[in-house]
T-cell receptor, first 114, second 111 residues
């Protein structure tokens, strides 16, 4: 059973607000990721981290930012939310070796910006 | 460019066998993954193929042909709980979970 947790699960906020989506894992994984998924659409990588103090942007451009100060924690922040940011945000982590692509996902944070 | 194609929807009958196809064109290849995602839930890992051939895991099997850029997921003895989206994903580079996902195939299992 995966041990990766996201909060909040659901968030409805107004335009211009700052929000932080939390993600924590207890598996000791070095690699962590944020994927964005719109309803019925594919997951797109927006951020990833190979370890503490390592963060890079993914293939899909995003106005969000991330930080990795501790191995277990990988929060995502939107400084000023807009309706175009409405989406589901999925945090994931993976171990090392051949199965690095075996991602363990959190339950997701569904964000609605009014 | 990077492209992964799979059918949008499929319907099958409880107890039957269903095959979900996936074709891919990516800049690199270091493995193909299948994930299951129930509505409103997180994706969960099903299978991994990096060499050509069939990988079997219980009722689920996954096949890969690298020369054809083709994979399929085979589900046997379908159960109602198998109704979900099945996501095909490719890892273009080694030692990373930076996956490229297809849009997913929504499978509906009927009694």
């Amino acid at each position: 059973e995966a041990d990766i947790y996201q909060t909040p699960r659901y968030l409805v906020i107004g335009t211009g607000k700052k929000i932080t989506l939390e993600c924590s894992q207890t598996m000791g994984h070095d690699k962590m990721y944020w994927y964005q998924q719109d309803p019925g659409m594919e997951l797109h990588l927006i951020h990833y981290s190979y370890g503490v103090n390592s963060t890079e942007k993914g293939d899909l451009s995003s106005e969000s930012t991330v930080s990795r100060i501790r191995t277990e924690h990988f929060p995502l922040t939107l400084e000023s939310a807009r309706p175009s940011h409405t989406s589901q945000y999925l945090c994931a982590s993976s171990g090392t070796g051949d199965h690095t692509g075996e991602l363990f996902f959190g339950e997701g944070s569904r964000l609605t910006v009014l | 460019g990077q492209n992964i194609d799979q059918p949008t929807e499929m319907t099958a009958t409880e107890g039957a066998i269903v095959q979900i196809n996936c074709t891919y064109q990516t800049s690199g290849f270091n493995g193909l993954f299948w994930y299951q995602q129930h509505a409103g839930e997180a994706p969960t890992f099903l299978s991994y193929n990096v060499l050509d051939g069939l990988e079997e895991k219980g009722r689920f099997s996954s096949f890969l042909s690298r020369s054809k850029g083709y994979s399929y997921l085979l589900l046997k003895e379908l159960q109602m709980k198998d109704s979900a989206s099945y996501l095909c994903a490719v890892s273009p580079s080694s030692n990373t979970g930076k996956l490229i996902f297809g849009q997913g195939t929504t499978l509906q299992v009927k009694p």
